[in-house]
Each structure stands twice: as C-alpha cells, then as structure tokens.
Nanobody, 115 residues
C-alpha cells in the first residue's frame, strides 16, 4: 500500500528553522518526483518545492533562498529544510508523490510561525 508520512512540523518564532520529513512506503521512490505543498486556512493549496528523481529542484518564488528540498533514496525520504521562517509560512504542509502514476498525498503537518 502506498503511503506518505510527514513529520517535523511545529511552532517556531519568526526567523527560526524547521526541517520537515516525508517517509514513503509502497512506492517506486527512487524514480518518483516528489513535492511539498502548503495550505493556509481559507486559501488554496500551493506548491512549495518539487524534486525529480535526479535531484533537480523547483521552488516557489516565496521560499527561494530560504527553503531547501532534498532526498535520500536509501531511506525513501524527502526533507524540506526551512530557514528564516516568516509568519506567512504558517500553513499545513503536505508531502506528495507527483509521478509516476496518480498523485499521492500525506496527511499533512502543521507549521506555525509566530511573529
């Protein structure tokens, strides 16, 4: 059974850092394009960052230079390092397998940044 499990969210002050993890099981992780998305209350779910099987990354303009997405194929895990956090980064963060096959989503992890 395919599954994504996120961890690492929490409450942090503005300017602080968090690292989110997403552990995948039941998927062909090594060849999968993975991504992180976020959704704030009352807003749509937006792409934060994606990473291809070859390690190529793409970031939303709002997080460029602050967030870094990486993957460890030996552990079937992707990591989102978030630095210089801002209150506007507050949202539920979702891990996703974008390719191959249909999209798969985790349950989400809450990130709250206080000012």
């Amino acid at each position: 059974q395919e599954q994504l499990v996120e961890s690492g969210g929490g409450l942090v002050q503005a300017g602080g850092s968090l690292r989110l993890s997403c552990a995948a099981s039941g998927v062909l992780f090594r060849i999968s394009t993975m991504g992180w998305y976020r959704q704030a209350p009352g807003k749509q779910r937006d792409m934060v960052a994606t990473i291809t099987s070859g390690g190529g990354t793409n970031y939303a303009d709002s997080v460029k230079g602050r967030f870094t997405l990486s993957r460890d194929n030996a552990k079937n895990t992707v990591y989102l390092q978030m630095n210089s956090l801002k209150p506007e980064d507050t949202a539920t963060y979702y891990c996703s397998k974008l390719w191959p096959g249909g999209s798969l989503w985790g349950q989400g992890t809450q990130v709250t940044v206080s000012s």
